[in-house]
């Protein structure tokens, strides 16, 4: 009776184009984050238009026009919040196990 097993002479293909790391994962999420940065300044750029619309004299503007527009300023101010909320909690989530594989790279 044989006690070993015998040893298969399969090789294991790895192609490191297409492999997900740490890194390649981490960067998708900045870039992510860059593109969430551009969205950022639109919306706070729509906001100071609303504003000064709202603040304009020579503009006559409805009561349900004041409030929808407050509205969406409200709603531009809430998206920025869950952008900005995102951003912080994956580097925070994250952080440690970045900082340690960086660390390993260094010493590699």
Known sequence: MIAFKPK???????????AVTLDIKHKEFLNEFSKDEEVIIEHKYEINRLKLK????????????????????????E????????KKKYLNKKKKKIFKNFKKKKKI
């Not at 298969?8 to 297409?18: G, L, V, Y």
């Not at 503009?59 to 409200?74: A, F």
């Open 8 to 18: 298969s002479n399969k090789k294991i293909k790895f192609n490191k184009k297409t």
């Open 54 to 77: 709202l603040k304009d004299e020579n503009e006559t503007i409805t009561v349900e026009e004041k409030l929808e527009i407050t509205d969406k300023i409200s709603e531009l101010k």
């Open 79 to 86: 998206s920025i919040k869950e952008i900005q909320k995102k």
